[in-house]
């Protein structure tokens, strides 16, 4: 421990922008199934619960998050489209649900983004539990604008120190 | 020693294992068969190891689906999301008004009464089913035991001004063939009315039927019921 903590230092002393040395994990990560939405339903917004991990990133806790889709922040369902909006919260576990979030944009990384857990890649010691969350939203205009049908899309999140 | 497997992602709900080992290596694990992808070591007692246990996981657990991927350790980590929603098939209508006819007398003639419809459908077409409240669902009005039949016809132009009294032709209870131009976007076609509203329903009375029905000191009556049904 003691050796990899000094590496560590002199690495970052040596390069002060380079973090390479910093390990990160994004777990606890799960699919939106937002299910059936009919005229007369309230707007669509659901989140997902995740464990950001960040061990030597700096500052301490620190994290980059950046969530990408290739088409744009929309699902399709053949040539039909719903627009969707993401945002993501970087509360703390406890704490979240506290702040509505900062919204996110297709493929530009969120830097500054704070408390993750630096003790366990599975948030399961220090203060535990997940400790961000994405939030995604859609509008019942969006929605009401929609053809019956089911509609899909991928997001990936990338994790990356400061 | 302990040897700390964690599950990055699977299709399949997994289990953390905790395998003893002697000094580091994978001799005493007894999943070393498909612990092969040792990756990181952070600390000189704790190992963090990855393992592949669709095999286990098959074996201990029930399949299930869970699409979502875990990210892994490393300077790097990415997850991915599925999502997934879906639009219900469902049709309304409204903006439906009465159709009344106030008096009739010979020499009036034929006798066409319309009402303006918003139909939504979330698919974007529709079929109809006219029902009338006659004997047997009859198309007819009634005042008493007198009757007076009537027509129905369909027009589907759509929202933009276009509606008028041609049309398709409807049976009673009979589902009519498809219609397109209903509202996708709007349920109540922003309100209705005259250049929003997206179908006509349209009465027809002949000549002969009134000149042939009694004089009635009381109102024919009857009763139009339209089933939308999205197509």
Redesign the interface.
């Known amino acids: 421990m003691r050796r990899f903590l000094i590496i560590w230092a002199l690495s970052w002393a040596l390069a002060p922008n380079a973090y390479a040395l910093g390990v990160v994990q994004i777990s606890n990560v799960s699919d939106f199934n937002l299910g059936s939405w009919g005229i007369g339903d309230p707007p669509i917004a659901a989140h997902i619960d995740v464990c950001i991990y960040a061990l030597l990133t700096l500052p301490l806790t620190d994290y980059t998050i950046t969530v990408s889709s290739p088409g744009g922040y929309v699902l399709t369902n053949g040539m039909q489209q719903i627009p969707y909006s993401l945002y993501w919260e970087d509360s703390g576990a406890g704490s979240l649900g506290s702040s509505g979030g900062t919204q996110l944009t297709n493929g530009v990384a969120l830097t500054g983004q704070m408390n993750a857990n630096i003790l366990s890649t599975s948030c399961a010691l220090g203060t535990t539990g997940p400790n961000a969350r994405l939030t995604l939203k859609i509008s019942t205009t969006d929605m009401t604008n929609a053809l019956a049908g089911t509609y899909n899309g991928t997001i990936t999140l990338l994790l990356g120190g400061t | 020693m302990f040897y700390v497997v ?1 599950i ?1 992602r699977s299709g399949i709900f997994l289990r953390p294992i905790i395998c003893p080992l002697k000094n580091g290596d994978m001799m005493g694990c007894p999943f070393k068969k498909y612990a092969a992808l040792c990756t ?1 070591r ?3 007692h704790l190992k ?1 190891g990855f393992i592949f246990t669709a095999l286990i996981g098959a074996i201990n657990f029930p399949l299930a689906s ?25 049709a ?1 209508i409204t903006d439906i008004q009465d159709m009344t006819l106030p008096s009739w007398s010979l020499g009036d003639g034929d006798v066409t009464l319309y009402s303006n419809v918003c139909v ?1 459908s ?3 077409s529709y079929k109809v089913t006219a029902t009338g409240s006659g004997s047997g669902n009859a198309f007819s009005i009634a005042s008493g035991s007198n009757t007076i039949p009537y027509t129905v016809t369909w027009n589907n132009a759509g929202a933009g001004g276009g509606l008028s009294n041609s049309g398709t032709g409807l049976t009673s209870t009979v589902q009519s063939t498809n219609f397109g131009n209903a509202a ?4 109540d076609c922003n309100g209705g009315g005259p250049t929003n509203d997206t179908a006509r329903i349209i009465l027809s009375i002949s000549n002969a039927d009134l000149t042939a029905a009694m004089s009635s000191s009381t109102a024919y009556t009857g009763t139009l019921t339209m089933l939308i049904t ?1 197509n």
């Open positions: 964690k990055p990181h952070l600390f000189g963090y869970y699409a979502a991927s875990q990210g892994t350790l490393g300077a790097t980590s990415t997850g991915t999301v599925n999502i997934s929603v879906t639009k219900t098939v469902e309304q939504y979330s698919t974007g996708t976007t709007t349920a999205p």
